[in-house]
Each structure stands twice: as C-alpha cells, then as structure tokens.
C-alpha cells in the first residue's frame, strides 16, 4: 500500500481540489484583490483561511472522528446530521453551488465568446454532463483526479502566468479598513466549508475502497488535504493579485463575472478568454459532478433507498436548471444569509472535531454550535435588512462584531458551558460501517 501513498494522496488531493475550486473560487478572488487593493496580501491570506484552511480541515475533522460527517455531526446531536445535511443538499447545494456552477459557466464561457446564446441552452447542456458523469458514483473521484483537474490546471496556468508577468496595473490604495475580515466573510459565499464538508464521506470512502485501513487512511487523507491546499493557495493568490492589478482600472462595484472576464481580455485577449473559458467549464463541472453525486448519495439514503439514485440526480438537475438560468449575482444575492448562520456552526464543529479527543463530553459541540447558531442568525438578518437599528446596537455588544465575527467569543465560553453541563455523560459513538457518505449507493 505505501507504493501507491503518493499516487493516491496526489489523485484524491486533486479531485479535492477540482470540487472546491468551482464558481465561488472563480470569481470572488479577483473581487477580493479589487477591495483589497495594495492590502491585496491580506485579502489572499483571508480567503486562504476562509477558502482553502478551513475547508480541509473540515476533511481532517471528519477523518479525526470517523469516515463521514455524522460521525462528527452526532457530537451536537444525533439528528443535526439530517438537519444539516437536507439544509445543505436543498438550499445550497442545489439552490445555489450547482446552478450558480452553471450560471458561471454561460456568464465566464459562453456570452463573451457566443453572445447570442442564452443562458437557458447552456444551462441545460451544463446539467445533461452533470448527469452523465455523477450517474456512476464509484468512478467520480478517478474522473476528476485524473482528467479533469491537470486539464483546467494548465489552461489556468496559461492565463495566471501572463497576468503576473504582464499585468494590467498597478495596485492601489482602496481604503479598506479590515481586508482580512472583509475577505474571510466573503469566502463564506464560496460555500467550500460545507462542500469539505459534504465531500470528506466520498473522499475517504475512495481511501477505502483502494484498500487503506482506518490508521493508513487518516495518513492519506492528510496528504491528500496538502495537495489541496498547495493547489488552491498557487491559484487563489495569483487570483486575488490579478484583482488588485485591477483596483486602479475598475470601480469597486464592478460584478464579479464583468470583473473576471474583462480582467482576462485585457490580459490576453481574446485567446485568454477562450482559455478562461475553458478553465470555467471544468471548473464549475468537476464542482457540479462531484458535490451532485454527494448530495444525491445522502438523499437516497436518508429516504430509505426507496427513490432510485438516477431519479435523484435527475430532479436535482431539473432544479438546477431552474436555479441557473435566474443568473450568477441572484444565486448569491440569495445565499448570503443562509452562508453567514450556517458557517460559523460549521466552523466550530469543525475544530472541535479536530480536537475530540481531548474533549471529555458533548457538552463542548452542543454549547459552542447552539450559541453560534443565534448569534449568526443576527448577522443573516442584517445582511437582508441593514437598517434595523436596535438589531444593530445589539450586535455591536459582542467583541469583534464591527468585523463581522460577534459570534466567535460567545461561541467559546457557550463550549465550556455546555462542558460543564454536560459532565459525565457518554460522548457519541456512531460505528465507523454505518456513516452516511459511505454507504453503497445502488444505481
């Protein structure tokens, strides 16, 4: 087994990759560069940890635990998994990461080459190969380790490359007072979080089924997150620069596809926009492949296998068709609240995960989450209705609040609560063959 180590950590570190490198990380770190300006540095290293950091350790988390994200979800409690899951499956991965995958892909892709197709027929192509390459879930990570992802890696170098040695400016002052905490809140939009999340049962669950034990693959599955992260980090900090050698062109309300795709012509032309384009359709499928064959898999199983897996993924195509033709900026327009309640969970469900052996109870997952559950729910509300000002005023109690973090401090104290509450009870165990993720899945 430690001959195919490399090999495998390589693969499965790529197709890692490829499903958190799609839309979201597309198009928001040239807009972090342009917020950011010459604080373009800071910007990167806040989606390093919002978009890259995180994300992986979601996997590692998970693999800490056990082989699926119930076995750490069960530590809040035995039904969060379900809730959180179905949130994940409905609201964002199929009324949001799929078809704002696709909306990209026409608005990056296909207009700048082909204005006069709608967004509709691209859309409809974009899910008939969604379908065609998750209806055979077993073969999902080899498609993506090893073909997709070193394609779209060379068809990005081309254009990254060039956009470094030639660039279009010259970064300038924007003024932003915290480009750190403005980058890691807008890396929640990406949604790589919950797609780690959502994607470490299929991850090891490919460890296992190339013949690693329990102990050999935590060891690949570590390796494999570097790769990931060493990919995502070349990537998004080419990216982020691009967009800050853009500040002094660009105003800062520029949308993120105009952004990008002008950004790519002024440095290549049209041949980098071809390339772009490229670099976006396989972006966004291996995204839409590997997150729709995840989600569709927890689907037939929470409804008892009695929904063929096939019929699934059908009517999440159909939804996603639905959801893409309304265009990329609605996508997010949309999710930004749902992202800021349901981050900040994640995230402290994520570390205590890294930490569970040291954890005596549950006591630690069920007070920090339940207590950035209602915090964060007071960010979401303002992010729709900025002017409540007694919600506001209430908000701006909590420390680090004006950086959008007022649930972090809270989050905290509310773990050693619940730790002391829950004192001498028994921690959840969940059996390491009954993980959702890693259940066959019958086509």
């Known amino acids: 087994m430690k001959k195919h180590l490399i090999k495998d950590s390589i693969i499965t570190g790529l197709a890692l990759f490829s499903t958190m490198f799609g839309a ?6 040239p807009q972090i560069g342009l917020f950011s300006g010459s604080a373009w540095f800071l910007g990167a290293m806040g989606m390093l940890l919002g978009g890259i950091i995180l994300p992986v350790l979601a996997l590692w988390s998970i693999n800490n635990v056990g082989e699926g994200a119930e076995s750490l979800m069960g530590h809040v409690h035995p039904k969060f998994y379900d809730a959180f899951y ?14 704002k995958c696709a909306a990209s892909t026409h608005e990056l892709a296909v207009a700048p080459l082909f204005p006069d197709v709608p967004i509709w027929i691209t859309v409809i192509v974009f899910f008939a190969l969604v379908y065609f390459f998750a209806k055979d879930r077993e073969s999902v990570i080899d498609k993506l380790g090893k073909y997709m992802t070193p394609l779209l890696l060379i068809l990005l170098a081309v254009v990254l490359i060039k956009g470094v040695v030639d660039p279009v400016g010259q970064p300038v002052d924007t003024g932003i007072e915290n480009p750190f905490g403005s980058a890691l809140l807008t890396a929640y939009n990406t949604g790589d979080l919950t797609v780690g999340i959502l994607f470490a049962g299929v991850i090891i669950g490919d460890l296992r089924r190339r013949g690693y034990d329990r102990k050999a693959s935590k060891k690949a599955a570590f390796s494999a997150g570097l790769v990931c992260v060493a990919a995502l980090f070349a990537v998004y900090g080419t990216m982020t620069y691009l967009g800050a050698t853009g500040s002094g062109i660009y105003p800062q309300d520029t949308p993120q596809t105009v952004l990008l795709s002008g ?4 440095i290549m032309g049209t041949a980098g926009i071809a390339c772009l384009g490229g670099a976006v359709t396989l972006a966004c499928l291996t995204t839409a492949v590997g997150l729709g064959s995840t989600v569709v898999s927890f689907l037939y199983t929470f409804f008892r296998e009695k929904i063929p897996y096939k019929v699934l993924l059908l009517i999440a195509c159909l939804i996603g068709v639905f959801m893409g033709i309304t265009g990329v900026q609605n996508i997010v327009n949309y999710v930004t609240p749902i992202f800021l309640v349901i981050y900040p969970a994640c995230i402290v469900t994520t570390v205590l995960g890294l930490l569970n052996r040291f954890l005596p109870n549950d006591g630690f997952y069920k007070g920090g989450v339940l207590v950035a559950l209602i915090l964060s729910l007071g960010d979401a509300v303002l992010s729709v209705f ?18 959008g973090f007022a649930w972090l401090i ?7 609560v619940g730790g002391l509450l829950y004192r001498g009870k028994p921690k959840f165990s969940l059996p390491v063959t009954h993980a959702g993720e890693t259940s066959s899945v019958s086509n």
Do not use: D, Y
């Open 24 to 29: 979201g990380n597309l198009i928001f770190p």
């Open 263 to 266: 950004l790519i012509r002024q």
């Open 386 to 403: 900025p002017n409540l000002e007694w919600l506001k005023h209430l908000m701006s109690i909590f420390p680090l609040a004006e950086m």
């Open 86 to 99: 179905l949130v994940n499956s409905t609201l964002l991965a199929m009324g949001s990461t799929l078809p």
């Open 410 to 416: 809270p989050s905290i104290i509310g773990m050693f």
